[in-house]
């Protein structure tokens, strides 16, 4: 702050700008020029501004053919200048247009780019996107081609940077329509263009990250979304319904042309194509675009559902907050997946086809000869259907699940929202082959082709096929598990009582995924919509369920697995097979179905349930697996129970250590939570550890040398002298004591001569030898060598006499001792002057 006052030197840069005919080069080679810069410098900012400085600055960035000492200092120094954020720069840049334009004719150069060229013009770009918004996105939409030259480009990371930095300029006021624009000018389909297949790999990767790049920001984004504002005053203030929304559930007009039919027509023909040179690449990137699609919608389910579950915390605490999600949402989500999934559904048995037979696999040498791999194909084929019943089980069991199937039904009835305009369902209806149907009935459909195509049993083939490929088997445990639970959940929702009727907008309900009740007057149409739906899901469901257990003899692939695991441990150097623990994984699932639901099931495989080698696969290995899994990993601690090999140590605490200050109570509570800290299985030896005279188990280890330590200790406090056991009192106390003793002589005429007794100087005294030790009157100083004399014999007495021996510790650990287990101390003494139990050392 001295610079206020004058106290600063001047600068280098002040100098030279007050020269007449200084240039920027000479500026640039002054090491204080960022400083200045960014200090606001009014002369520099000037000379800066000015239109022939500007076109050097943005040349110098752009620049090919510097000379070796200008070739990368220059172009940083231009890039960090008009990336200071000074406004004054910002405001002279967009005031010529033309130099604007020149700038961005970097773009028309052949791909690829500079790097550091690419970084310093989306530095620069992205600095006058954040000043001057909407003067840049009008330059930036008048430009011609303006798109395709950016994904000409989109190669380079900083040139995808800045696409993406203009779909996120939806968030703002100013940036309204940008997402439409670029939407028009075909982004996402020349990005799905690039997945030709006879296209090059690098390029099939650049356009599906840039894809995923583009659902990610469009799902972060925070556009005009549904209002959390609670009504009454936040409505009064922000509009009758406190604020607007939009009927998508997520994403914005980039995605919803991702998700349509058309697209995803497109994208899938690619990815499926067998005789193009690069289809595997195709096929890979497609699913990985497909499956976040899934994630994204998913996770807007459980945004749903976390709103309501908010709304109904609230509700039952009697305070404002939240609405629970609106029936526009609702609608939006019961419909908003249905395309992509109608185009999976139609082309499932194509996908099917590459888990029987992939079109790229050719056997590989391995250790143990030629061998044919699973492939990435097949792997993220397996991750797309497992995705798909993903999505089946969560959409089934939510607790939205009747508000998503009665507000489709109220769509289909005709009853359009408010804010959805004819225009809007118009395109809606073109892009679709088929608006009528739901994300439900989508489900069903697919789950109905699982059955058809024989998936899942075709999934434990390669399951036991490659036992290795542990990505695989977390694959396949999670579609069975998920289609399990599914059927559960339907199974017994169904059986307890029947879906509740769907709820309006403002009544609470409980966020939990199982079926509520609610009395509330619907059409009768719709509350059979709702049952009907969970019935088919149910039904579908279950003839997958048996697929898995006849098609594809899960319980006896489980059994003949783990006798082939049992015979590959017997052999020399053998271990156990790559996927018995999700095989574990996959058993507890079918005994938790059968357990739940095996009366539904028992008619149609009863007899693979009931087979004897299951049964006792479930009652031995199953249960020891389980039992053993449960084990804290590396076992329990050495001194964890009296099955290891402990060392005796204490027997008859409370006498022991009674002495110190600490009852029985408090020595057996502290030995308890010692022992408490171990994790042993066996709770009678934790129920052994008793207060007071309980006798303790303590192992070789910690506990063994706390015990001895704190008994050392009490030996060593029990010994000290009379005038250190006294220092609880504070110093307060000491003070007011002192002046009562003071204040003895205060109150009373006080003589040396008549106070002092030779016979007996310290009558208030004590003798700390005893009553019957008196002194005989006469010589004083004799009588006084005397005293010392008794005193220190008497006090080496007891310090024999209290002191630790050894040779009695070593006489508790004999022969006998170590034969029960057990050590007693119980002889020692507890304290200075008291007396030893019997048994114990010498008086």
Not at 38 to 51: D, G, P, Q, R, Y
Not at 669 to 697: C, F, P
Not at 791 to 810: G, P
Request: glycine share 6%.
């Amino acid at each position: 702050m001295f610079w206020r006052f004058g106290f600063h030197s001047a600068s280098a840069i002040d100098g030279l700008l007050d020269k007449e005919g200084v240039t920027l080069d000479e500026l640039l080679e002054e090491d204080e020029l960022l400083q200045e810069c960014k200090a606001h410098n009014t002369k520099l900012i000037e000379f800066l501004c000015k239109t022939d400085v500007l076109e050097q600055l943005l040349g110098y960035i752009m620049a090919e053919d510097l000379d070796e000492n200008k070739r990368f200092k220059y172009p940083y120094l231009a890039s960090e200048i008009l990336s200071c954020e000074i406004f004054s720069i910002c405001e002279a840049i967009l005031a010529n247009i033309d130099l604007l334009k020149n700038f961005w004719t970097l773009l028309d150069r052949p791909a690829p780019l500079n790097p550091l060229t690419a970084s310093y013009f989306t530095k620069v770009n992205s600095v006058l996107l954040q000043k001057k918004m909407p003067e840049m996105i009008t330059f930036i939409r008048a430009q011609p081609d303006v798109v395709q030259k950016l994904l000409a480009h989109i190669g380079s990371s900083a040139i995808a940077d800045l696409l993406l930095k203009l779909i996120s300029m939806e968030e703002v006021p100013e940036g309204t329509g940008v997402v439409e624009w670029l939407s028009k000018e075909g982004l996402v389909s020349t990005l799905v263009s690039r997945l030709d297949p006879s296209l090059e790999t690098e390029t099939h990767n650049t356009a599906a990250q840039t894809l995923l790049d583009v659902i990610a920001v469009s799902y972060s984004a925070i556009g005009p979304q549904e209002s959390l504002m609670p009504t009454g005053l936040g409505a009064s203030i922000m509009g009758e319904q406190g604020g607007m929304f939009s009927p998508n559930s997520g994403g914005n007009a980039l995605v919803d042309e991702l998700k349509s039919e058309i697209i995803m027509n497109k994208l899938v023909d690619y990815m499926l194509e067998k005789s193009a040179p690069h289809s595997g690449s195709t096929l890979t990137n497609g699913i990985n675009i497909i499956i976040e699609l899934i994630r994204r919608y998913c996770s807007e389910i459980e945004q749903a559902e976390y709103q309501q579950h908010q709304y109904q915390q609230l509700q039952q605490q009697q305070r404002q907050g939240p609405p629970p999600p609106s029936d526009e949402k609702l609608k939006a989500l019961a419909t908003d997946l249905n395309e992509l999934l109608r185009v999976i559904g139609s082309r499932l048995l194509q996908f099917a086809e590459l888990i029987h037979a992939p079109r790229h696999s050719e056997p590989v040498n391995t250790t143990i000869g030629k061998q044919h791999p699973l492939g990435s194909e097949r792997l993220k084929t397996c991750e797309l259907f497992a995705e798909i019943l993903h999505l089946q089980y969560l959409y089934t069991s939510s607790p939205l699940f009747e508000r998503l199937i009665s507000a489709k039904k109220v769509t289909d009835d005709g009853k359009k929202t408010e804010d959805e305009t004819s225009e809007t369902a118009d395109e809606k209806a073109k892009l679709s082959t088929n608006p009528n149907t739901s994300v439900a009935d989508e489900l069903v459909a697919i789950t109905d082709k699982f059955i058809d195509a024989k998936i899942l049993p075709v999934c434990l083939d390669l399951f036991f096929n490659f036992p290795w490929n542990n990505f695989l088997h977390s694959v396949v445990y999670d579609m069975i598990a998920k289609v399990f639970n599914t059927y559960s959940y339907t199974s017994t929702t169904i059986a307890s009582k029947p879906p509740s009727p769907f709820k309006p907008e403002g009544d609470v309900e409980t966020a939990s995924r199982e079926p509520e009740t609610v009395s509330v007057p619907v059409q009768t149409n719709t509350i059979i919509s709702v049952e009907e739906q969970m019935q088919a899901v149910k039904d579908v469901v279950r003839k997958l369920v048996l697929s898995i257990f006849k098609d594809g003899e899960l319980t006896k692939r489980i059994t003949k697995a783990q006798r082939d695991n049992d015979f590959e441990v017997t052999q020399p150097r053998g271990v156990r097979l790559g996927y018995m623990g999700h095989l574990t994984y996959i058993s507890d699932e079918v005994c938790k179905l059968l357990e739940k639901c095996s009366e539904d099931l028992s008619q149609e495989i009863g007899d693979l349930i009931g087979a004897e080698d299951w049964q006792e696969y479930v009652a031995g290995i199953l249960r020891e697996t389980k039992e053993r899994d449960r084990q804290p990993l590396g076992g329990v601690r050495p001194n964890a129970g009296p099955q290891q090999n402990h060392l005796p140590l204490v027997t008859g605490v409370g006498g022991g250590f009674a002495g110190g200050g600490m009852d029985d109570t408090d020595i057996g509570a502290s030995i308890k939570g010692d022992a408490g800290k171990r994790e042993s299985d066996d709770e009678d030896d934790l129920d052994s550890i008793g207060a007071g005279t309980s006798d303790v188990y303590v192992g070789d280890g910690d506990v063994a040398s706390d015990q001895f330590a704190r008994y050392l200790c009490h030996q060593i406090v029990a010994d000290l002298p009379d005038r250190f056991m006294g220092v609880e009192s504070s110093d307060d106390e000491e003070d007011e004591s002192n002046a009562e003793w003071i204040g003895e002589f205060e109150s009373k005429d006080f003589d040396v001569r008549e106070a002092f007794d030779p016979e007996n100087p310290f009558p208030h005294k004590r003798s700390s030898l005893g009553e019957e030790f008196d002194p005989p009157r006469g010589d004083v100083s004799s009588s006084i060598s005397e005293a010392e004399e008794s005193a220190s014999e008497t006090n080496e007495r007891d310090q024999q006499k209290d002191s630790f021996d050894t040779n009695e510790m070593l006489g508790a650990l004999d022969t006998s001792a170590l034969q029960t287990g057990w050590a007693d101390f119980s002889q020692f003494k507890s304290g200075p002057g008291e007396t030893q139990q019997e048994g114990g050392g010498a008086e």
